[in-house]
Nanobody, 118 residues
Framework: QVQLVESGGGLVQAGGSLRLSCAAS????????MGWYRQAPGKQRELVAT???????NYADSVKGRFTISRDNAKNTVYLQMNSLKPEDTGVYYC???????WGFGSWGQGTQVTVSS
């Protein structure tokens, strides 16, 4: 079991930047793949970015070249650097810790709101 606490959301103008943080407590953070999802109003939750225990990354097409996911295993923290933000990036951003044996059996954070004004 792992507990996740996100921070860093807020209101920003289009073209601006934000950095989200997700602090994890519990077991085996270093062995877990981590991810960021987002959910816009009236839409389904979608995967934004993932990072494996070996620091390999993957991104949704809509954020490639603008967002960067990273992790600091010494701090049990994963980050999402978001640059060149667009109004369509608005939503609640959730941190996700994949299960130790199966990505689907993981844990969610409570979410942090990101609002990008035009």
């Amino acid at each position: 079991q792992v507990q996740l606490v996100e921070s860093g959301g807020g209101l920003v103008q289009a073209g601006g930047s934000l950095r989200l943080s997700c602090a994890a407590s519990g077991s085996f953070f270093i062995n877990r793949s981590m991810g960021w999802y987002r959910q816009a109003p009236g839409k389904q939750r979608e995967l934004v970015a993932t990072i494996t225990s070996g620091a390999s990354t993957n991104y949704a097409d809509s954020v490639k070249g603008r967002f960067t996911i990273s992790r600091d295993n010494a701090k049990n923290t994963v980050y999402l650097q978001m640059n060149s933000l667009k109004p369509e990036d608005t939503g609640v951003y959730y941190c996700y810790a994949g299960g130790t044996t199966n990505w689907g059996f993981g844990s969610w954070g409570q979410g942090t709101q990101v609002t990008v004004s035009s």
